[in-house]
């Protein structure tokens, strides 16, 4: 019995390690990987990664995108799912004459950045906006675009609280590519300090679908 108890503690241990990574934003396969093979060690090993989590690896510079007549500014976090490309096209149809400008913000692991070249990063998070960029050019909107590294809502949060934006928008539907569901979106429910547009991921072609795909939270409407 005594061996058991040892090795339930073992992982027990590791997988506290690794979800306390996770959520400081590493990638969870990785990290529940070693935290189960490691054990007490991966306690090391968390914090080594914690020690060379850089700052200047946090955010990228904004991208130039284009600005409207509106007076609405809209960021969107993109994942790479139809979810998040379907929020960015269901914004701007809801929006119409008030938005100002579409920002896409893609939020990468440190895992994946850590030593990675910044001009890297930037091809990685344009690859991952790129449907999304070319939906919203149908529409004769060109986006900004720029990109962080870390914890999903702790970056969201970071960037939307800054006061360069009016309405921030999500993408919704429960699928395997999704980064902002469950635990992720109610924080930034929560703590949000403009209002959230949710978008469930279906096809919007039009006005009317957008109304049906859309749900705007925690206000009433997008400040101006």
Known sequence: MTPLLVAVGWVLVGLAAAFVMIRRGHDALIWVVLGVAAGPFSIALAGLA???????????????????????????????????????????LLLGARLQTVTLLTVLDYDIALDVAPEKLDRIAAGIQSAAVTQLAALAVHPFSTRATGSAAEQILRRSGSGAYDLLALGTHRQRRSRFLGSVAREIANKSRIPLLTVRAAPVESIESAERAARLGPHDEPES
């Open 50 to 92: 914690a020690y060379l989590e850089r700052e200047e690896l946090a955010e990228s510079a904004v991208i130039p995108g284009e600005s409207l007549e509106g007076d609405v500014r809209v960021l969107v976090c993109i994942d790479g799912s139809e979810a998040a490309d379907h929020a960015a096209v269901t914004a701007v």
